[in-house]
């Protein structure tokens, strides 16, 4: 979050010029989050105030079904973030597209493809049941 703060502070003008500020923070957000990912040497890391005294494994998402957070981390990073957008944030398809900075065809084909993989990874009766047997609804 702070980098993304540091980012956006140095391009305040451009932020303000904005059509959807919201959609130039979404953006900022999920490139902040593609940058991380790509640098092996700081997946571990979590700025806290107090730093704690042994090494700890990652934090398991509060709420969240470890095997679909597993699931989840198998996707390529658009098809992930496509179903991040869709159903967690519950976006809509252009917004989402807006965040990604791609077209409305291309939410819905990663939507269908990634929603497809997720439910052979997890099987028919999990969690992806109650979710549209496409991405294209909604």
């Known amino acids: 979050m702070q980098s993304v703060l540091t980012k956006l502070c140095v391009a305040w003008p451009s932020f303000?010029?904005?059509?959807?500020?919201?959609?130039?923070l979404r953006r900022t957000l999920v490139n902040a989050l593609t940058d991380e990912r790509?640098?092996?040497?700081?997946?571990?890391?979590?700025?806290?105030a107090d730093p704690p005294d042994r090494a700890r494994?990652?934090?398991?998402?509060?709420?969240?079904?470890d095997e679909l957070c597993a699931a989840l981390r198998?996707?390529?990073?658009?098809?992930?973030?496509?179903l991040v957008f869709r159903?967690?944030?519950d976006l809509d398809i252009?917004?989402?597209a807006d965040a990604l900075g791609c077209s409305v065809g291309t939410v819905k084909k990663q939507t269908a493809r990634a929603l497809e993989?997720?439910?052979?990874?997890?099987?028919?009766?999990?969690?992806l049941?109650?979710?549209?047997?496409?991405?294209?609804?909604?």
């Open 16 to 24: 303000r010029a904005a059509d959807s500020p919201e959609a130039y």
């Open 38 to 48: 790509r640098r092996w040497w700081r997946r571990h890391e979590w700025s806290t």
């Open 57 to 65: 494994d990652a934090p398991a998402g509060e709420g969240v079904d």
């Open 74 to 82: 198998s996707l390529p990073p658009k098809m992930r973030a496509t």
């Open 87 to 89: 159903y967690f944030y």
């Open 94 to 96: 252009g917004d989402t």
């Open 117 to 127: 993989r997720m439910r052979i990874l997890l099987g028919p009766d999990d969690i």
């Open 129 to 138: 049941a109650e979710l549209p047997a496409t991405g294209v609804a909604r």
